[in-house]
């Protein structure tokens, strides 16, 4: 327990303090801008399972050598990224880094990102302009709020369009129940429109998947439809319970989502204009 108690996760730390001149965070990409290498070309973590596997089976003392020097490579990739981390404070009032670190602070990069390279102006007023072409675009267009806002009644109005009515249809079922979710009793009988009590009229709710195939990916909306019941034993109303339970995304369009989220980086807005389109495949 007191070495687990010790234990930190690097990644806390370099997230929101470093930014290292790679697409990711991982210990290879991060520990190569420090000169680390690993002897297998395509060593990974997925590979060191299959490695421990391959040894398991056939006993080759080659596949435990060649785990083991993974494992050794990892753990000095990750001790030069702490030693990294443990210099990085060393930096001078002023905000320069030591040269040994090979580092900068975003201060320092977002000033020679501004930096005009061109001195002298064929006319005044073009040296007017560029001295207002540049400016604090945070300090100017982003405001904080000091009182709590009121919620005025057309804030919905952006939520209605994920209610999924104005997509087209592909799929209707009729969901149907057997018996009573209170006593359990097959004596249930479906109430017409006119005896339905309030909140219980004919429902229908929309649901979206994703048909994954070889050659396409299409849209799914299955639209769901019940009726309310009435049991005859206890004299309860009620809707079928599957269509209580209901979610209105389903796993295919979630699997979807993750996988463009995580794998390709692309934005929620971005995957919401991908799924809004007209086309029938996404």
């Known amino acids: 327990m007191t070495i687990l108690a010790a234990l930190t996760n690097v990644l806390t730390i370099i997230y929101p303090h470093f930014y290292f001149p790679t697409y990711s965070n991982g ?38 050598v060649k785990l083991i020097q993974y494992n050794l490579e990892d753990c000095e990739a990750l001790r030069k990224i702490c030693a990294f981390l443990a210099e990085a404070p060393n930096c001078s009032a002023n905000g320069q880094p030591d040269e040994a670190l090979r580092g900068a602070s975003v201060a ?63 799929h209707r079922m009729e969901i149907t129940a057997t018996r009573c979710p209170v006593c359990d009793s097959k004596r249930i009988v479906p109430l017409d429109s006119k005896r339905r009590p309030k909140g219980l009229q004919r429902r229908r709710k929309r649901a979206i998947d994703l048909v994954i195939t070889p050659g396409a990916i299409r849209r799914k909306v299955i639209e769901f439809r019940t009726v309310a019941y009435r049991c005859q034993c206890c004299e309860r109303c009620f809707t079928p319970e599957r269509y209580d339970r209901l979610t209105r995304y389903f796993h295919g369009l979630m699997s979807w989502f993750a996988y463009q989220h995580i794998t390709h980086r692309l934005g929620v807005r971005s995957l919401a204009a991908l799924f809004m389109r007209p086309s029938a495949s996404v």
């Open 27 to 64: 210990l290879k990409e991060t520990a190569g801008c420090l000169g680390c290498r690993w002897t297998e070309p395509d060593a990974s973590g997925t590979e060191s399972v299959v490695w421990r596997k391959n040894w398991e089976k056939t006993g080759d003392a080659s596949w435990k």
């Open 108 to 170: 320092q990069l977002d000033k020679l990102a501004r930096t005009v390279t061109w001195s002298k102006f064929v006319h005044a007023d073009f040296e007017f302009v560029n001295k207002r072409a540049y400016f604090d675009y945070q300090q100017r267009h982003v405001f904080v709020r000091t009182k709590t806002a009121r919620r005025k009644r057309g804030d919905n109005k952006g939520r209605r369009r994920w209610q999924n009515r104005d997509l087209r249809v592909t």
